[in-house]
């Protein structure tokens, strides 16, 4: 179990359920964009939460690896989502272009 740490608040959630926000909450740090994601987490008193949770840009959450000896909260489908939106994030790649054959490109397109 990982405490998820934001300006809001503290929520224990699960180790893999941490590690996948905190890769997106760094990829879109990176890209200077902010999502929220919604995930699981076990309350003071036991009881297993949602929170929605805004990361990314300017948006500061942390981790501690938690010494709880509660059972790991898994949800592995809220894990593969945020993995998804994560890597669809990650990597741009250009394309590169062949200006040798300048006719087919459509300038009118880039008329204002």
């Known amino acids: 179990m990982k405490l998820l740490i934001?300006?809001?608040g503290q929520y224990l959630t699960g180790s893999a359920i941490a590690d996948a926000v905190m890769?997106?909450?760094?990829?879109l740090?990176?890209?200077g964009d902010v999502d929220s994601v919604d995930l699981p987490f076990r309350a003071t008193d036991g009881a297993i939460k949602r929170v929605v949770l805004m990361l990314g840009w300017q948006v500061e959450t942390t981790t501690v690896s938690g010494d709880d000896d509660s059972d790991?909260?898994?949800e592995p489908g809220t894990v593969d989502s945020i993995r998804v939106r994560d890597?669809?994030?990650?990597t741009m790649?250009?394309?590169v272009v062949d200006l040798g054959d300048h006719r087919q490109l459509q300038w009118s397109n880039f008329d204002l």
Not at 23 to 27: P, V
Not at 87 to 90: D, K, M, N, V
């Open 93 to 95: 790649r250009a394309t």
């Open 23 to 27: 890769s997106y909450a760094l990829t």
């Open 72 to 74: 790991e909260l898994l």
């Open 87 to 90: 890597h669809s994030r990650g």
């Open 6 to 8: 934001n300006h809001n």
């Open 29 to 31: 740090t990176r890209s």
